[in-house]
């Protein structure tokens, strides 16, 4: 776009782009917070977040964040693999249920797998093996359960 003579429209769009998202982020957050209690302020949580992460990347090293979004992957992949098993694949319905133990220590065993998965180089990468792998123990303990 700086060779074309709109490097001005383009900086515009980088830092409208930019500010949209980071506020439905903030926003999200704070809204999800207001489902751990009613006592919790969805608009302030959203300002905090956003000063908090304002900060952090005016003072954090963040040159390399590889570490961090690897992560996030190891405690989103085998989340989102037991959601997969629980509503797709054993059709069980938990939302009466603050929580599941079952559920919660498979979890752990699928965040503990992908990162013993990230040791591995494995031709797909370790978030697809690491979400089949919790799914199939998901529907193990799950049958296992019912019997």
């Known amino acids: 776009m700086v060779k074309a003579g709109l490097g001005v429209a383009g900086l515009f769009?980088?830092?409208?782009?930019?500010?949209?998202?980071?506020?439905?982020?903030?926003?999200?957050?704070g809204i999800s917070s207001e489902s751990?209690?009613?006592k919790i302020s969805g608009k302030w949580v959203a300002v905090a977040v956003t000063v908090i992460?304002?900060?952090?990347?005016?003072?954090l090293p963040l040159?390399?964040?590889?570490?961090?979004?690897?992560?996030?992957?190891?405690?989103f992949a085998?989340?989102?693999?037991?959601?997969?098993?629980?509503?797709f694949i054993l059709k069980r319905n938990q939302e009466?249920?603050?929580f599941s133990i079952a559920n919660?220590?498979?979890?752990?065993?699928?965040?503990?797998?992908?990162?013993?998965l990230m040791r591995v180089d494995i031709l797909v990468g370790n978030t697809l093996p690491?979400?089949?792998?919790?799914?199939?123990?998901?529907?193990?303990?799950g049958k296992s359960k019912k019997k």
């Not at 992460?53 to 005016?58: D, K, Q, S, V």
């Not at 919660?104 to 013993?116: C, D, E, H, Q, T």
Request: net charge negative.
């Open 13 to 29: 769009i980088i830092v409208f782009s930019t500010v949209t998202t980071t506020f439905l982020d903030a926003y999200s957050a």
């Open 36 to 38: 751990l209690s009613v």
């Open 53 to 59: 992460g304002t900060l952090g990347a005016i003072f």
């Open 63 to 75: 040159g390399d964040i590889t570490d961090f979004l690897y992560f996030i992957g190891s405690v």
């Open 78 to 87: 085998p989340m989102i693999a037991i959601q997969i098993a629980d509503f």
């Open 96 to 98: 009466t249920k603050s």
């Open 104 to 116: 919660l220590i498979i979890w752990l065993v699928g965040f503990v797998v992908y990162r013993l």
């Open 130 to 141: 690491d979400m089949l792998i919790t799914i199939a123990l998901c529907v193990v303990v």
